[in-house]
């Protein structure tokens, strides 16, 4: 069972390029989560989904897009990369929303040069 | 915007100590939750409290969810080197999704 799969694990970008951070999970959860962790941070949320089709925004949307054409598949774009986009960025799954478990992937870590 | 406040930052103690770490916040939760995360990887729950009031244990780790479910505990008792990472609060208002806390950074030398 592999649960949450993100890849790549590792990019580096230059400012102004453009790229899909890919995720899946095989666990037929209906939500999924985009977040982005800094350090001292904590999580911050940018997308999230509560099935296909249907996307919203978190706390820190801007500079990415989502979207979700089926239950296993919910990928990032950002379409111009920027120094402060610069993060380790985690996608995340559960059953239901509120009080269910988060299970996460193991992140991508993203420098923007 | 519900904020999580984590303290202390950091924890370094000696194996077989004691430890509680604390999170705080002063908007009320339906419920809050207990993460752990190693470098490389992401976090893992460890606990869901979703009463005030409510204690959970989970072998050596003790959770506690305020009585007026606005600040919640983690003791470990007798730390081992395998407790160390990255100990994550995360707190629902009701409908809400989850806000994370900053973290508190856990090492435990042998």
């Known amino acids: 069972n592999a649960g949450v799969t993100q890849t790549p694990k590792f990019r580096i970008l230059k400012i102004g390029q453009s790229m899909t951070l890919q995720c899946t999970q095989d666990?037929?959860?209906?939500?999924m989560y985009w977040y982005r962790q800094d350090p001292g941070m904590g999580l911050k949320l940018i997308y999230y989904?509560?099935?296909?089709?249907?996307?919203d925004k978190g706390e820190v949307p801007n500079g990415y897009n989502v979207s979700r054409s089926t239950t296993e598949d919910f990928p990032l774009r950002l379409e111009l990369a920027a120094p402060s986009q610069t993060s380790v960025y985690f996608c995340?799954?559960?059953?239901?929303?509120?009080?269910?478990?988060?299970?996460f992937g193991n992140g991508t870590r993203l420098t923007v040069t | 915007t519900q904020l999580l406040e984590q303290s202390p930052q950091f924890l370094s103690i000696q194996e077989g100590e004691n430890l509680t770490v604390y999170c705080n916040s002063s908007s009320v939760f339906s419920s809050l939750q207990w993460y752990r995360q190693e470098p490389g990887e992401g976090p893992v729950l460890l606990v869901t409290?979703?009463?005030?009031?409510e204690v959970k244990k989970l072998k050596r780790l003790t959770f506690q969810f305020g009585d007026a479910r606005k600040d919640s505990s983690l003791h470990i008792t007798a730390a081992q080197p395998g407790d160390t990472g990255l100990y994550l609060c995360a707190g629902a208002g009701y409908g809400q999704n989850f806000v994370f806390g900053p973290g508190t950074r856990l090492s435990v030398l042998p």
């Open positions: 995340a799954s559960s059953f239901l929303g509120e009080n269910s478990p988060l299970h």
């Open positions: 989904s509560v099935g296909a089709g249907i996307t």
């Open positions: 409290v979703v009463t005030g009031g």
């Open positions: 666990m037929n959860h209906n939500y």
